[in-house]
């Protein structure tokens, strides 16, 4: 009976002592707290990446309508091709894009397209490493910026409001307008915790400033 009462003492000892160690518990904490930790570095790198890659866009619309707005505006009457102002447009943007290490997409100036008699588009070509629509670059060398409040801003196709400037007034002007495809991460780490994130598939900018000439 002796060493059965001694047994059971050591036994309970040892549950005992277990219950005390806490060591295991830290484990078991980090294991719950890793895939919030995750998503939280994933979205803070994910979403800062995405407002660097807005603001370079933003910056390289401006500078880029604001160049062309200062060129003639007489060379868009030509019947083909792509006229000096818009190709300056184009040599900016593609020159922004190389010199911040951002991806150009293959983009190449005599990839375009006509969409009215004076706004170019210039695509990427398919299979060009970028996501979604890759990168569409467009040029309005005769966009119709009203000169009234409230106005609704400069959509990322460059189509004006009113494209015959309507009875308000209206001033022409160029519109340069960037759509990129951006690949997020933030959704696949999001859904670790069970959810389903739905992100804009591109970031786009858009920029008007008057012409000059």
Not at 90 to 102: G, M, R, S, T
Request: charged fraction near 10%; include cysteine; glycine fraction near 8%.
């Amino acid at each position: 009976m002796t060493g059965s009462r001694q047994l059971a003492s050591w036994l309970g000892a040892i549950v005992r002592l277990g219950w005390r160690d806490d060591r295991a518990a830290q484990i078991v904490e980090f294991a719950v707290a890793l895939p919030l930790l995750v998503v939280f570095v994933v979205g803070i790198f994910d979403f800062s990446s995405a407002y660097t890659l807005k603001q370079k866009l933003t910056n390289v619309t401006r500078e880029a309508a604001r160049v062309a707005a200062a060129d003639p505006s007489n060379d868009v009457a030509q019947p083909s091709g792509v006229p000096a102002s818009v190709k300056d447009v184009f040599q900016i943007f593609d020159n922004y894009l190389k010199a911040n290490k951002i991806n150009d997409c293959g983009i190449t100036i005599g990839n375009f397209a006509f969409v009215s008699p004076t706004t170019w588009t210039f695509s990427s070509p398919g299979g060009s490493g970028c996501p979604g629509i890759g990168l569409i670059l467009t040029v309005n060398r005769g966009y119709y910026f009203p000169l009234t409040a409230g106005s609704a801003a400069a959509t990322p196709s460059c189509v004006p409001p009113d494209p015959l400037g309507g009875p308000q007034a209206a001033v022409v002007s160029t519109c340069v307008s960037v759509q990129y495809g951006y690949q997020w991460r933030f959704g696949r780490a999001a859904s670790l915790l069970g959810s389903a994130v739905t992100l804009p598939t591109q970031i786009a900018a858009t920029s008007v400033s008057l012409n000059e000439n």
